[in-house]
């Protein structure tokens, strides 16, 4: 979903998604640099009418983005990556790997089947060394760069662990299904839901304060689960302590997304095995897709207590 906003972008050396028109900006002016520009093809030239219905990834080292790839779903249940980029200077740091598992990883929770794009040569290495599959010549370039077509299949393990944690929140919290809230997917760091505006909203017609700061927690909630998960550790989730902005009211359905965690925070859950509570800072955003403004903000204190 393309996000753009005029808000703070997230300064962090890890995977997100871009969340400002800066981050888009720079996005695409590394496209155009690294796979457009030296085959002196016009700046324009790396985007295409899929942009606003496709998915984007990238990697920044504070402000500069050093690494993107895109994803949108070119058939129903087939995925297709298109534009992955890394910074001149910064091969062989693994952020292209990031970019890529990141994308898989938001493909299978969207409940896709297979993944297909069209390699480089001199990256066929780097997709076969993730699993992909070669599947041979697709096409020339510009007349003069071949590619070749590739596919790995996905276990959609991740669109069945989306399922469960929707259902999780209807069984256990009943405003959470009168909200109507559903996750829908995860890149590897961040937790993306939506939920319908009609039940959420006010006498004003705007987003209520009160869905604003429910679905903005849960979403962090939701992320903290995800990773519990993925690490393989039990425990009861509890919000210690929450802030919540809103920089402008929301008219249309929410976009809810949690912001990536630093890796050492998402560690401290391994205390769980341990029989020891643990402690994790969480944030999240409401993105009003109409307008891919930022509405809401959110910094939440969790503590998970072992079982």
Request: include cysteine.
């Amino acid at each position: 979903m393309v996000l753009i906003t005029n808000d703070k972008s997230i300064d962090l050396m890890q995977l997100c998604a871009p969340l400002t028109s800066i981050d888009f900006d720079a996005c695409y002016q590394l496209r155009w640099q690294v796979l457009r520009a030296p085959w002196q093809q016009p700046p324009g030239s790396e985007r295409d009418e899929l942009e606003a219905d496709a998915w984007n990834l990238m990697v920044k080292d504070q402000d500069q983005v050093v690494a993107t790839g895109r994803l949108h779903e070119s058939a129903p249940g087939i995925g297709q990556i298109r534009y992955m980029a890394v910074a001149p200077g910064q091969q062989g740091k693994g952020l292209g790997g990031m970019i890529l598992r990141g994308l898989l990883a938001l493909a299978d929770s969207l409940g896709l089947n297979k993944i297909e794009l069209n390699a480089r040569e001199a990256a066929l290495p780097f997709y076969q060394r993730a699993g992909f599959e070669l599947l041979g010549p697709s096409h020339l370039l510009y007349g003069q760069i071949p590619h070749f077509k590739m596919q790995i299949a996905l276990a959609g393990e991740g669109a069945e662990k989306a399922a469960r944690l929707t259902t999780l929140w209807h069984q256990t919290i009943p405003m959470a299904k009168f909200m109507g809230l559903r996750a829908q997917a995860f890149n590897s760091e961040q937790l993306i839901c939506q939920a319908p505006f009609d039940n959420n909203s006010n006498l004003h017609g705007t987003l209520f304060a009160g869905s604003h700061y429910a679905l903005a927690t849960l979403t962090a909630w939701g992320s903290v689960w995800w990773q519990m998960q993925s690490l393989g550790v039990e425990g009861d989730i509890v919000l210690a302590h929450g802030d919540i902005h809103y920089p402008q009211p929301m008219t249309q359905a929410p976009l809810m997304m949690s912001l990536p965690n630093t890796k050492d925070s998402w560690h401290a859950l391994a205390a769980l095995k341990d029989g020891q509570r643990a402690r994790v800072n969480v944030g999240s955003v409401l993105v009003d897709t109409s307008n891919g403004k930022i509405v809401s903000a959110f910094e939440g204190r969790f503590v998970v207590l072992p079982h």
